[in-house]
């Protein structure tokens, strides 16, 4: 018997913005692009000092409203969520 579902955040309700923001880019998260991301993952910059890392690689000022805006949300992955509201407790990994 089903007593709860458990949804993912990023790649799944809304597109992970970075990720996003490389393919708009024509970046590929490998090399340096890749190494930034693990250390702002792993706490080890802040996302400030991430944004600065990424305008040092492509030589212009990236910003988080532009890294941001590249995601997108999955508006059919809602309606599933919402679906279940009631019936099952949601938990939502982050």
Not at 9 to 22: C, E, G, K, M
Not at 77 to 89: I, L
Request: no cysteine; hydrophobic share 45%.
């Amino acid at each position: 018997m089903i007593k709860a579902i458990i949804f993912d955040f990023f790649d799944v309700i809304r597109t992970d913005a970075y990720n996003s923001w490389l393919k708009t880019n024509g970046i590929v998260r490998e090399g340096e692009y890749f190494k930034a991301a693990q250390m702002q993952d792993m706490g080890q910059i802040t996302l400030e000092q991430f944004l600065e890392r990424l305008s040092q690689l492509t030589g212009r000022t990236v910003t988080f409203e532009e890294v941001d805006a590249s995601a997108s949300v999955d508006n059919e992955v809602v309606r599933v969520v919402e679906s279940h509201r009631g019936r099952y407790k949601l938990a939502l990994l982050k």
